[in-house]
């Protein structure tokens, strides 16, 4: 595994470390399962934005 070195604020990093306590991980583990949810929410926004450009796509041809 890569490690990382990420610069973040101090009152974001105490927020970070906050939450990361109150459920037992450590904050890579916070870490990575937040950017996992954004790359799966990108990927579905890209998605969402294919399937509306491919449908006006159809309804110019239409």
């Known amino acids: ?11 974001f990093l105490n ?3 906050k939450i990361a306590g109150s459920e037992q991980r450590t904050r890579s583990e916070l870490i990575r399962e937040a950017l996992r949810a954004y790359i799966k929410r990108s ?10 450009n491919a449908q006006l796509l159809e309804d110019l041809l239409d």
């Open 1 to 11: 595994m890569a490690r990382v070195l990420l610069s973040l604020p101090d009152e």
């Open 43 to 52: 990927s579905v926004i890209d998605i969402e934005k294919s399937n509306k």
């Open 15 to 17: 927020k970070v470390d």
